[in-house]
């Protein structure tokens, strides 16, 4: 899958933002409970780095009715396997959020599925592109199934010949069993997020590339995912330029 990188995304998905809740409805004479920063960092940065959760490094950001109250990080935002340059981490490091961008193509789908009126069983096979050839058993492939990871698709690997490759074989596991962990159920989005934003626009650029420039289409829908990503979720929370490589 895409692999953003930008800081906002380190505090809002990979160490998250903390709120303080509304105060519960108390019995009477009972104490409400106040939140307490201080301790809230010494209870993160034990949790952090002990056992086998150790992390490497991470970054955190508190806010409390609004407004913020701390912020703290440690370790390293990066790390060479091979020894060399370090990175430390802090509130601004970029890094590649690896399969956080799962969770954040889940939210463009499940807009676009209410923009189409669709419902989490719906097939997907008609937000596929066409000369992908795509097997019975892929079309009737619901997009729930895709978001759990329960397809029937086994394949981590995400490259456009790899996708091809898969729909034109079909399912990998027709049992669809639900422990199947699988790059290929999020990266079908890539060619599908295009579609299910303007499907007309998709298949009318389609028939007008193919079949002699199958990778120039290829470009235009990696292009389209970034830019629907873009404009419908991240320019909306105020980060204005997500970087992405397709």
């Given at each position: 899958m895409k692999q953003f990188l930008f800081a906002a995304i380190l505090m809002i998905f990979f160490s998250g933002i903390f709120t303080s809740c509304q105060k519960e409805k108390l019995a009477p004479n009972v104490s409400a409970k106040e939140f307490n920063a201080v301790k809230f960092r010494q209870l993160i940065a034990t949790s952090l780095s002990s056992g086998s959760s150790e992390a490497r490094g991470y970054s955190i950001v508190v806010n409390k009715g609004g407004n913020w109250i701390d912020t703290f990080s440690f370790g390293w935002a990066y790390r060479s396997p091979a020894g060399g340059s370090y990175a430390s981490m802090h509130v601004n490091q970029e890094i590649n959020i690896a399969s956080v961008s799962k969770t954040i193509t889940a939210v463009g789908a499940l807009q676009l599925l209410k923009k189409n009126n669709l419902k989490i069983d719906s097939t997907i096979g008609r937000w596929l592109p066409a000369y992908w050839n795509a097997t019975t058993t892929?079309?009737?492939?619901?997009?729930?199934?895709?978001?759990?990871?329960?397809?029937?698709?086994?394949?981590?690997a995400t490259t456009y010949d790899s996708l091809k490759a898969t729909v034109a074989r079909g399912l990998d596991n027709p049992a669809k069993p639900f422990d199947v962990y699988a790059n290929s159920n999020f990266a079908l989005f890539r060619a599908m997020i295009p579609y299910l934003a303007n499907r007309s626009a998709a298949i009318a650029k389609e028939n007008s590339m193919l079949p002699s420039n199958a990778a120039g289409f290829e470009t235009w829908l990696s292009q389209e995912y970034v830019k629907y990503m873009q404009v419908n979720i991240f320019t909306p929370i105020g980060i204005a330029n997500a970087t992405c490589t397709p």
């Open positions: 892929i079309k009737n492939i619901t997009f729930g199934e895709l978001l759990t990871h329960s397809s029937g698709i086994s394949q981590s």
